[in-house]
C-alpha cells in the first residue's frame, strides 16, 4: 500500500462515523429513523409503522440509540424516541466532503460546452 493510501486510510477512520454507517445499513432501521423524522413516537406506534415486531423495532432502536442517532425520553410508562440530529452529523459532514469536487467537475464539464450563464 503506498504511502498516500495509508494516509487516506487514517484520515477517514472515525468510529462514530464507522458506527452510524453500520447502524444505516440496514433497511429497517431506516424505516425506523423515517418513522421518527417527524417526532417522538412510542415503540408500538413505530412498529407499527415500520410493519415490525415490537421486539424488532426495541432491537433496532437500541443500536440506532447505540449510534447516537435516535434518542430517547421517557413520558409516563412510554418510551419515545426521536431522530438525533447529532448523531447525524458525522454522516452528513462525510458525505459533504464528496460535494466541492462534484460541482467543481459539473462546473468544468459545463464550462467546457461552452454554456455559461450566457450561453
Do not use: C, N
Not at 410508562?77 to 459539473?106: C, I, K, M, N
Amino acid at each position: 500500500m503506498a504511502p498516500s493510501e495509508r494516509s487516506i486510510l487514517v484520515a477517514v477512520a472515525d468510529p462514530d462515523l464507522d458506527h452510524a454507517l453500520a447502524a444505516l445499513a440496514d433497511g429497517s432501521r431506516r424505516a425506523i429513523l423515517s418513522a421518527v423524522r417527524s417526532g417522538p413516537q412510542p415503540v408500538g406506534q413505530i412498529a407499527e409503522r415500520t410493519g415490525l415486531s415490537q421486539q424488532a423495532t426495541t432491537y433496532h432502536l437500541g443500536v440506532l440509540r447505540s449510534a447516537g442517532l435516535v434518542s430517547g425520553t421517557r413520558a409516563g410508562t412510554r418510551h419515545l424516541f426521536a431522530v438525533s440530529a447529532d448523531g447525524l452529523t458525522v454522516v452528513r459532514s462525510y458525505l459533504d466532503e464528496f460535494w466541492p469536487a462534484q460541482l467543481a467537475a459539473l462546473k468544468a464539464a459545463a464550462e467546457s460546452r461552452g454554456g455559461g450563464a450566457d450561453g
